[in-house]
């Protein structure tokens, strides 16, 4: 346990660097967006090219592991969406809590951690999660987080299902896969020069996207929402969820599947395990911010479980084997 928490805690570290340099004034706010930019638009989208690229997506079972995992989510967003009612929220807070409880930090988090742990091969898997989660998790949270309480009353609903399937289909990491996965299928090599540039590129995505996601987290303590607080036994469940609940869904999925005569790898489960048990998604506060939803609520849930995932990470890392 005591090496698995010494493992994560360069990665972490990492985090605590651009936290603190956000929370000093040493990294100004205006410039955390440039250094996003950079990230979600070069580094990554580098990192993942290559992933794929190689044929990494192309693992046999990932079909069934994509459908556990996919389940699970479902089942983690229905809980706090229960609980979000529950607590008071809106549909549209709640909307936002359920995605910020079942989205896990995949790209900024998840693609470095998770590779420095298991090698390179469960980099396939934790992209691909990447498709549940934009594709259809934001889409579903989103249309109830715009639709009304009235009976048929589904057109606000619709527009903002469609609006955000529309926003996750300009997803860079998206479209990087895509054509990773073409030219591995086709099987026409990259030219040296453009690979090397695409090998710098994501030798500077792990440090770079660890660093901006703790000036994030930082940017959404400093400018955060006046809202009423919410106790913080209330926002320690939607951390529990994600952190404990979450992975043991997918594990649950799995058997149940196993059951039903679908091959689950074991190795891939283990991946997408603790892909599950990485902290809420820092870019979720942004679109609560945009959607006018408790921006402050969904902040807290991010914090709270980054904080706490250096530990849970450890301890899921501790009890799953590890091939």
């Not at 009304?148 to 606000?156: F, L, Q, S, T, W």
């Not at 860079?172 to 090599?189: C, E, F, I, N, T």
Request: charged share 10%; aromatic share 6%; net charge neutral.
């Amino acid at each position: 346990m005591i090496d698995l928490l010494l493992l994560f805690v360069p990665f972490f570290a990492l985090v605590l660097m651009g936290w603190g340099a956000a929370r000093s004034g040493l990294l100004p706010l205006e410039g955390i967006g440039a250094m996003n930019t950079f990230v979600l638009f070069f580094g990554l989208p580098a990192m993942v090219f290559r992933l794929s690229a190689s044929g990494a997506l192309q693992q046999p079972g990932l079909l069934s592991l994509l459908l556990a995992y996919g389940l699970a989510g479902g089942l983690i967003g229905l809980l706090a969406l229960a609980w979000a009612g529950h607590a008071g929220l809106s549909r549209r807070d709640g909307g936002l809590v359920a995605l910020v409880t079942a989205f896990p930090n995949t790209g900024f988090l998840g693609l470095p951690l998770l590779t420095g742990l298991l090698g390179p091969r469960a980099a396939g898997p934790v992209a691909a999660t990447l498709v549940i989660d934009v594709l259809i998790l934001s889409s579903l949270c989103l249309a109830w987080a715009h639709s009304k309480p009235e009976h048929g009353a589904h057109d606000d609903a619709w527009q903002a299902a469609q609006a955000s399937l529309k926003g996750a289909l300009r997803n860079p990491l998206l479209w990087s896969m895509a054509a990773g996965l073409a030219v591995s299928v086709v099987g026409v090599p990259v030219p040296h020069a453009a690979d090397e540039t695409l090998r710098l590129l994501s030798l500077s995505a792990s440090p770079a996207a660890l660093f901006t996601l703790g000036a994030m987290l930082a940017r959404s303590q400093m400018v955060e929402a006046p809202h009423a607080p919410l106790p913080a036994g209330r926002i320690a469940l939607w951390a529990t969820l994600k952190l404990g609940a979450h992975p043991a869904a997918v594990w649950v999925f799995a058997q149940g599947l196993a059951v039903a005569g679908v091959s689950v790898p074991a190795e891939g489960l283990v991946t997408l395990m603790l892909a599950a048990a990485l902290p809420s998604a820092s870019n979720v506060s942004m679109l609560a911010e945009r959607e006018g939803a408790n921006t402050a609520l969904v902040a807290r849930i991010i914090l709270w479980t980054t904080a706490a995932a250096l530990l849970t990470l450890s301890a899921w890392a501790a009890v799953l084997p590890r091939h």
